[in-house]
């Protein structure tokens, strides 16, 4: 008996003095835990992966950020003006929680104890700090900034008013200089993964967006003290003078330049770019993303510009000069010029950007191919953007594998004598350091400083000013043809203040007879239409395009495809002048563009949550 | 006392040891010749002082006879006295008592009648001989024979409905008549508890008992089924009829949290499943309602506690017993089946539906084709002359069908056989016993087409009981069950339903018709017949000729042991020690194989796709792809207790008292493999995989333990005042540190004021009175395992940064609030036991309040700004009021000069919940609001349906519709309108909403305070659960009946539901029950229940009261009739044939509208109710024991 009792008692206490809190820790078994993690390389690596994933677009998006330079099937919330404080655009909890991420990186990190890792994949998360917050100023202005993470409790922080976007940009340019300080050279994984100089290329394009917007919507400077004590005036020339200098120093460092060779012979190295299926090692390719066939890691951008049809406009068209380096005005009844003598001695990268008259439409290596018509299934007017187009395997739903570059090195000589140009500096020798590359490459004349402000660009750019204004404008032409449907155009039009065009009632000009007759209407234009008829708008002696108005004529030439046969008043398209004129697309869209539209709302459940704290973007109340 | 020689001495050495007594160990010396036994006793008196009492005439004591001992016992001197005389004696010190013994008992034959209270007799009572195989069944008259039975003997009389009686006959009463007492001697009647037991009139807290005889007569596959409407807090919610029986949801006084929160059941004190358990085997099962009972259990039972008990082998010398019991069943569903199935009516009606939706024909048929529908529609069976599949003479197909075809006669199996074997041993000794059973069941499932669907489950259990030394006791209980499931169908559904009849069910419900066939007349199977589509049809493109293919096989095996292992130690009197251990394993595979579907014929491009599916050729869209996928799951689970139990009286004084520790552990692995391609069609392995193809590889494991301190002390005066106190202090490791242990008390007590002396003089009438009240508090711990860790967890991507491989990313998991904590459960009972009429009459009534505080949900909204979800927090609280009552009555009467005893009994139980806290400060209706009653149903009031389009238009003119009507608004032009038929619905919130210059019908600003035109329409949770038993025995015959139901339940029919909805659902049905289409609107029936025909109305219409459904129903849930044959042989002891139907019959008000959809499954879908069937069993069975 006495055997049992002590059995019991050692039990009893065994059981008693394992009850210790440890004893009923289980910790989770197959995932890992911040405590250990962020200690190697590895895991620094897996962590800062997520930012390249979440923080920037794939190459199928850049097609749905449009302007007024194109369009598509459906026109975006902005061209449409039917934005409204309840949607939620990037002021969502989601896209706050890559914020979050970032900022978890930098309460963690000191877990690995290799400061060189360690210091290379800072560098990655403050350049991707930096471009959260660029976005979300290009969206918002002001913004609030948290460079921690916050605690649910933590009420000061989680309701604290905006920031100012001055200090944010100020931030933000901070940001990508501690991450160009801090991010190697080169990575094994080459451009695929982000190095200084594509920190310094970003902060180019943020702080001549920053200063430039401030220039035209005449935002007050701000002071900043800086760490040191002394004060910054945050002005619009301080943002300029910083972009200037960030592209110089890339420029300067001679790690890159424009991509001059192609791939094949049959076409110019601008047009290969876009369709290189390995930007690893290309001298323009300064950050990019790889696509794969094999990892089945595709996109589905040429999918989307058949889909969508999306099309450039007769605006956008006029911004080429002809081959001889003069403006398309200059050019005899240019106005009314067709389809395909529109195409005719002009800046070699037009035909290299929308499908010319007896181009291929895809690139097909061997050249075998029939020539192919411009195609009214492939476009709404006419203008079908070949930008990007591969060879017909990749024209179905995401099996796009050509890469595509965040940022190459055209922008960040485009950014330089854009900055320079607002400053008033812009001297003959950075033209020649700059545009006068691309112009090289094309195979256009070079650009000779102008002065006298060239009077389409002046009527499409009304608000542009300076005491280079020709510089200016000349400086904008370059950018528009040269990063057409790149994802810049929008933000441009906004940061220069020239959000009407944006909407389809904006596209019409304000002058009653404006130098260029497309814009004497509304709508988007297309290519010019004598009057309905038949039409052989590639000149290769077969009729391949039917206009009509009312009932289908009766007999149709047998070589004009179905898809060509062009009924007037049908798919919102429509003739500006009626019976004949510019293929117009939503002329009746009657969209208002006020200065509202240069910003975002804040979504209203937020503004809603914060009880005051948070205010409202103006004329979104 | 009565003893023989043969038992003399060992008894005798007992009692030496025992009482010291020195009489059997003196040493006699006698020697006499030929003297009589009375001059022998007095020679032994004078010589040793021994006086010997003879207490019977029968003792001689003039035989002459000798006696000669030397140094003798003085039991050895007594034998040679009395030699050969049957005499025995009794020895106490110097006394001894002398009694004539009846010679020894030859075995003799023994009769006897048995009769009821009143003298009646009774037919059909089993009397065995305790120990023996001897036993007899009596006879009309009540009369029996038993032979060669050995006295003493106790007999054990055993009568359906009654307990057993044991009587002890000595061989001399001659024609015995055994007295059959009313058996609900509820005294004595032992309740189990946690860690215990309690007798029934000393429970204060409020438990039920589900005997588990009831349980096993009836012929249910699972615990879980059988449970339903046995005691009135139960509500089981099947998930589906499903033969696996794998999903139910159980609640005990309705919903604890709105987090999850689901009775414990413990199976022999061991965590298990309901699922699991052979009701064969079950002893009884207690429901533990009340804080007070469940306290014991602490953090897991704050949900309450089902306690399973199985059965044990018997304790005593004799021969084993073996029952078996089988069956044979047949399955088919308790609702209608009725769907059109004339291809003609059938275009018609959906032709009308769809052109006023769309303005065009749902199904593009041209009036000759039409007419040869017409020629068709009394075809049941193709007639030669008129076949279903004719060449199309148009030539824009090849074929073209006009069939009278019944799909679901065609997918679904009508009847569905089962059957069961079962069988057990039992027997033992007085040191071990044993109890042995297994199980074997086969049921089939519903899918008539494709692979094999039906579930084989075999069950085991053996438990054994030894005595090892007098106070050491071993016992052990083993449990084994399998179950293997196999179906057909494929696992894209599964996965994505959880569940793979649900998807598949829901997915025949559309896009096929009786006009078309699943094989074209070359044998090819169907596909994309080309005037139809349906991108979801099982049969159809999609998921193309799924049930035509039997390579699409899945199986679920399930494998679960339960080992126990257990030492009592008797350590003092009343006083012993319980120390357990137990593993627990499950083991589940299941494995999944698709196969794209060989030989179709797509009729609408004129294709043919041959070959097997490896070979290419095939018809495969999208989903239905070759691959083959296993996913392997285990539980490893180790419990133990160890605890002192003392029970003991001081005089009126009665004190229990339990304190002991639980520890559990379990942890569980799984593992998915998902393999694209094999390399054969008929066998299934991953290393079949062709190439590479491993396309998934999944590990994740998770465990959790904890540790608990219990106690509980009772005390009762004279089982008339009764306290108990209990507790538990429980630690999870689900919580972090600071927060882990929590104590949960509770305390409870009775007076049983009938045994007041003041009651004697009712007594006679109302026999018992009982009060019970008890109070206490539970957790609930019911979070996953690892819910306060930050996570890192790692995805791949579609994103590389090499080329050669796709990058994978690490994130952290959402962060959780860091002072969460267990939920906490105070609940509030007071009971009431009444007995009257001797206990003929019986009232249990129990009224509670129990209140959930800090549940874990959202707590206030944080900003986007935050970047994550707002953590949850213990932040809500809610309250549920309600009662239980049964009533039973049970008594016997004389019928037909026999006698007939019958019981009936009903109970009915209610309660309703509301949520008293919730961080809702605007009260929107689309989260919990303070106030809100769980289960309530929002929705419009229509008036009617308009009577004129003028009366529409007019409407329309002052409303604006486009919330309510937005359906009929949508519908193509003319019809884009309110018209007559249609639903009006009523503004109810005045102007305060206006839209465009009209009063808006609409939901305001969907807040409590503006919930515009909606109001509180119903309730979907089911109130006012009742239940009718009745049984009665007559003449070997018995016969019982059970009836439940829910006194009010509402049901707003799904969207999806086309069951209910028909072509209104969607506009090309599968299924359109046969009594809609009388049910409409129409024109020629103004007065019609559905609205003006509108295919797809109900996919963007509004929940309103016109629709609701009132889901109350009374069903016949079982009957039972039984018959025991009266054999004369010992060698079967009971022989009853049986017949039990299960669900007969139910009556329900939604059956006026929709008899295709059961009121008990109505109300649990998330898959527009388009659900396995529920089922309705008719069994023939035999039950027999050896």
């Known amino acids: ?74 026109l975006s919330a902005i061209q449409k003006g039917t934005r409204t404080n309840a949607t939620t655009g990037l002021w969502s909890q989601s896209h706050w929680g890559y914020l979050r991420h970032i900022n978890q990186f930098f309460e963690n990190c000191s877990n690995c104890k290799n400061e060189e890792v360690r210091t290379k994949f800072e560098g990655v998360e403050h350049f991707f700090r930096a471009l959260f917050y660029y976005q979300m100023v290009q969206y918002y202005g002001d913004v609030p900034y948290y460079d921690s993470v916050v605690g649910s409790a933590d009420e000061d922080a989680l309701f604290r008013a905006r920031d100012s976007r001055g200090f944010v940009m100020k931030k933000v340019l901070e940001d990508l200089d501690l991450a160009a300080k801090k991010l190697p050279d080169s990575w094994s994984d080459g451009c695929f993964r982000i190095n200084k100089y594509g920190a310094m290329a970003l902060k180019s394009r943020a702080a001549l967006f920053e200063g430039t917007f401030r220039k035209y919507h005449n935002v007050a400077d701000e002071q900043y003290t800086e760490a040191d004590g002394t004060v910054t005036t945050l002005s619009s020339e301080w943002f ?31 047009r290969d770019f876009f369709q290189l299926e390995d930007l690893k090692g290309n001298p323009e390719a300064i950050f990019a993303k790889h696509y794969d066939v094999t990892l089945a890691i595709r996109h589905g951008l040429q999918f989307d510009l058949k ?34 003598e529109q195409f005719q001695r002009r800046d070699p990268r037009m035909a290299q950007t929308l499908h010319a008259p007896g181009h291929f439409g895809y690139l097909d290596p061997e050249m075998k191919g029939a020539v192919e018509i411009t195609d009214f299934a492939r476009t709404l007017n006419g203008y079908r953007v070949i930008k990007g187009v591969s060879d017909g395997s990749h024209e179905n739903a995401t099996t796009s594998t050509t890469d595509w570059a965040y940022i190459r090195y055209a922008e960040v000589l485009l950014n330089y004598a854009e ?56 400086v904008r032409r370059e950018r528009v043809v040269e990063l057409f449907a790149e994802g810049f155009h929008l933000w441009d039009m906004i940061r220069w203040k020239e959000g009407g065009p944006l909407t389809a009632a904006g596209n019409k000009s304000a002058s009653a007879t404006p130098l260029d007759p497309a814009c004497s209407t509304p709508g988007y234009k297309g290519i010019y239409i004598p009057g309905p008829g038949e039409y052989d708008t590639d000149h290769d002696g077969k009729k391949d395009l039917l206009v009509y108005i009312g009932t289908a004529p009766s007999s149709v030439s047998s070589s004009i495809p179905t898809t060509n046969r062009i009924k007037v008043g049908e798919n919102s398209l429509t003739l500006s002048e009626g019976d004949h004129g510019y293929i117009t697309r939503d002329a009746a869209e009657d969209y208002v563009w006020t200065d509202r539209d240069y910003l975002y709302p804040v979504p209203l459940e937020q503004i809603q949550a914060y009880d005051g704290k948070l205010t409202q973007n103006p004329g979104w109340e | 006392m009565l003893t023989q020689k043969s038992f003399f001495k060992p008894l005798l050495l007992t009692f030496a040891a025992l009482m010291l007594c020195i009489g059997a160990n003196a040493q006699v010396n006698l020697s006499l010749k030929n003297v009589k036994v009375s001059d022998a006793i007095t020679a032994l008196n004078r010589a040793y002082g021994y006086s010997v009492s003879v207490n019977s005439d029968d003792v001689d004591l003039n035989k002459v006879i000798s006696v000669n001992a030397s140094r003798a016992s003085i039991s050895d001197v007594l034998d040679q006295i009395f030699a050969g005389q049957q005499v ?45 195989g001897t036993g007899f069944i009596s006879g009309p008259d009540g009369s029996f024979a038993l032979r060669d039975v050995i006295f003493p003997a106790t007999l054990v009389v055993s009568f359906i409905g009654y307990s057993d009686q044991e009587i002890t006959v000595n061989g001399n009463e001659g024609h015995i008549k055994v007295v059959f007492k009313d058996s609900m001697n509820l005294l004595d009647e032992v309740v189990v508890v946690g860690y215990g037991t309690q007798k029934r009139v000393n429970v204060t807290g409020a438990v039920s008992v589900i005997d588990g005889t009831t349980l096993s007569q009836r012929p249910v596959t699972n615990t879980a089924m059988a449970i339903q409407g046995a005691d009135p807090s139960i509500i089981i919610t099947t998930g589906n009829g499903s033969i696996e029986s794998s999903e139910y949801s159980m609640s005990v006084r309705g919903k604890v949290s709105l987090n999850s929160g689901s009775p414990l059941v413990l199976v022999d004190g061991v965590e298990g499943s309901l699922t699991l358990v052979n009701p064969n085997d079950i002893e009884s099962i207690s429901v533990l309602k009340d804080a007070s009972a469940c306290a014991i259990y602490g953090a897991k039972a704050s949900a309450g506690v089902i306690l399973v008990n199985t059965k044990s082998g018997v304790g005593e010398e004799g021969k084993a017993s073996i029952n078996y019991n089988g069956r044979y069943s047949i399955s088919s569903n308790t609702t209608s089946t009725n769907f059109m199935t004339t291809a003609y009516d059938y275009i018609m009606l959906t032709n009308s539906f769809n052109q006023v939706f769309q303005g065009n024909d749902a199904w593009t048929y041209t009036e000759e084709q039409i007419q040869m529908m017409y020629d068709r529609r009394n075809d049941v069976t193709e007639n030669p002359e008129r076949p279903w599949v004719i060449p199309d003479t148009t030539n824009t197909y090849t074929y073209l069908y006009l069939g009278n075809f019944d799909w679901y006669g065609w997918l679904f199996k009508r009847t569905r056989p089962e059957t069961e074997h079962n069988v057990s041993i039992k027997g033992g000794t007085k040191k071990m016993n044993y109890y042995v059973s297994g199980r074997y069941l086969y049921r089939e499932g519903l899918f008539n087409q494709g692979a094999a669907d039906n579930v084989n489950n075999f069950s085991f259990r053996a438990k054994l009981n030894a005595e090892i030394t007098p106070w050491l006791h071993y016992s052990n209980n083993l449990a084994y069950e399998r179950s293997n499931y196999q179906y057909g169908g494929f696992w894209e559904q599964d996965g994505q339903a959880g569940l793979v009849e649900q998807g598949i069910l829901w997915n025949t419900t559309q896009n096929v018709g009786p006009f078309y066939v699943p094989y074209n007349p070359d044998g090819t199977v169907n596909i994309q017949p080309g005037f139809m589509y349906g991108a979801t049809s099982p049969l159809f493109s999609g998921r193309g000729g799924v049930w035509t293919n039997d390579g699409n096989k899945n199986a679920r095996i399930k494998n679960a042991l339960t080992l126990t292992n ?32 060989p030989n179709c014929y797509d009729n609408a491009n004129k294709r043919m796709y041959v070959g097997n599916g490896l070979t290419g050729g095939y018809f495969s869209n999208g989903s239905v792809n070759d691959f083959y996928r296993e996913v392997r799951y285990y539980q490893d689970g180790h419990v133990a207790n160890g605890y002192f139990a003392y029970d003991g009286t001081f005089g009126k004084h009665n004190v229990a008292a339990t304190l002991g520790a639980n520890f559990d552990d379990y942890r569980s692995s799984n593992v998915t493999v998902h393999q694209k391609g094999s390399l054969s069609d008929a066998l299934a392995y991953l290393n079949l995989a062709s190439a590479t193809e491993i396309s998934t590889l999944n590990e994740s494991n998770s465990a959790y333990r904890t540790l608990g301190f219990f106690g509980r002390l009772n005390y009762n005066y004279a089982e008339k005042y009764l306290f108990e106190v209990s507790g538990r202090y429980d630690g999870t490791s689900r919580f972090p540190k600071n927060h882990r242990w929590g104590f949960f008390p509770s305390v409870s007590a009775g007076w049983r004021i009938s045994e007041e002396p003041f009651w004697a003089p009712i007594s006679g009438v109302w026999n018992k009175a009982k009060l019970r009240l008890s109070y206490g508090t539970l957790g609930n711990q019911q979070v996953s395992n690892y819910y306060y860790f930050d996570t890192i967890s790692l995805d791949k991507l579609t994103y590389t940064f090499n080329g050669t491989d796709a990058a994978q990313r690490a994130t952290m998991s959402s962060p959780v609030s860091s002072s969460l904590t267990w939920e906490t459960v105070i609940s509030y009972n007071v009971g009431l036991d009444l007995g009257f009429f001797k206990d003929r009459l019986n009232i249990v009534a129990d009224a509670y309040i129990r209140d959930t505080k800090d549940m874990l949900t959202k707590a206030m909204t944080l900003p986007n700004v935050y970047g994550v979800s707002a953590p949850k927090e213990n932040a809500a609280d809610l309250r549920t009021k309600g009662y239980e009552i049964t009533v039973s009555w049970h008594d016997a009467k004389k019928v037909g000069g026999k006698p007939l005893h019958y019981g009936i009994s009903a109970s009915l139980g209610d309660n309703i919940t509301k949520i008293t806290k919730f961080n809702n400060p605007t009260n929107l209706l689309t989260d919990n609001y303070v106030g809100k009653t769980l289960g309530e149903i929002w929705g419009y009031h229509v008036i009617g349906l308009f009577e004129s389009d003028e009366a529409a238009a007019q409407w329309a003119e002052q409303y604006d519709l486009s919330v309510v009507n937005k359906a009929e608004l949508a519908c193509k032009a003319p019809y884009n309108m309110v018209m007559a038929g249609d639903m009006q619905f009523e503004n109810l919130d005045g102007d305060t909403h206006m839209k465009d210059g009209k009063i808006a019908i609409n939901t305001g600003s969907n807040t409590l305070d503006d919930p515009g035109d909606r109001r509180v329409i119903g309730n979907s949770l089911p109130r006012y659960r009742y239940s009718f038993k009745g049984d009665l025995a007559w003449n070997g015959i018995d016969f019982s009946v059970f009836f439940q139901g829910v006194g009010k339940c509402d049901w707003y029919p799904d969207a999806n539901c086309v069951y209910f909805w028909g072509p209104y659902s969607y506009r090309r049905p599968t299924f359109i029950p046969t009594s809609l289409q009388d049910n409409c609107w129409t024109e020629d029936n103004p007065s019609g229940y559905f609205p003006r025909q509108r295919a797809q109305l109900v996919k963007n219409s509004v929940v309103n009261d016109r629709y609701l459904q009132s889901a109350a129903y009374l069903r016949l849930k079982n009957l039972t009739l039984g018959y025991s044959i009266p054999f004369k042989t010992k060698a079967i002891q009971k022989c009853r044939l049986y017949f039990s139907g299960e669900n007969l019959f139910y009556l329900s008000p939604m059956k006026k509208y929709c008899d295709t959809v059961d009121p008990e499954v109505a109300t649990t879908s998330a898959y527009g109710d388009c659900l396995y069937p529920y089922a309705k069993t008719i069994t023939f069975g035999v039950d027999i024991t050896f």
């Open chain 2, 88 to 132: 025995s004696y009794f020895i106490d010190g110097k006394s001894i008592s002398v009694s004539k013994v009846e010679p020894k008992a030859k075995p003799a034959q023994l009769t006897g009648v048995v009769v009821d209270e009143n003298g009646e007799p009774l037919m059909g009572a089993g009397i065995l001989v305790k120990g023996t």
């Open chain 1, 1 to 74: 008996m006495k055997n049992i009792f002590k059995v019991v008692m050692i039990s009893a206490a065994v059981l008693t003095m394992t009850a210790c809190e440890d004893f009923l820790t289980k910790t989770p078994e197959t995932s890992l835990s911040p405590a250990s993690f962020f200690s190697s390389e590895k895991e620094l690596e897996l962590w800062t992966n997520y930012e390249y994933t979440t923080l920037l677009d794939d190459a199928t998006d850049y097609a749905e950020i449009k302007g007024d330079d194109y369009i598509g099937r459906s």
């Open chain 2, 566 to 597: 257990r030492l009592t130690f008797s350590i003092a009197k009343g006083l012993k020690f319980v120390a357990d251990y137990t593993y627990r394993r499950n083991d589940n595979v299941n494995t999944y194989r698709s196969l794209p579907t």
């Open chain 1, 240 to 270: 300029l003078r910083q972009a200037a200098d960030a592209a110089q120093s890339v420029m300067s460092s001679g790690k890159y330049s424009l991509y001059t060779s192609s791939s094949n012979p049959n076409w110019k190295a601008y």
């Open chain 1, 419 to 474: 900055a320079y140009a607002e400053l008033g500096e812009l001297t003959q020798g950075m033209i020649d350091k700059s545009i006068k590359l691309l112009r090289d490459r094309a195979g256009m004349p070079n650009l000779t400083l102008p002065t006298t402000p060239d009077p389409l660009m002046a009527e499409y750019y009304p608000n542009a000013n300076g005491t280079q204004l020709a510089a200016i404008l000349e």
């Open chain 1, 307 to 340: 889909n969508e049809t999306y099309s450039a406009t007769r605006r956008f068209v006029n911004h080429y000069l002809c081959s001889d380096g003069k403006p398309i005005q200059d050019r005899e009844g240019w106005a009314t010029e067709q389809y395909y």
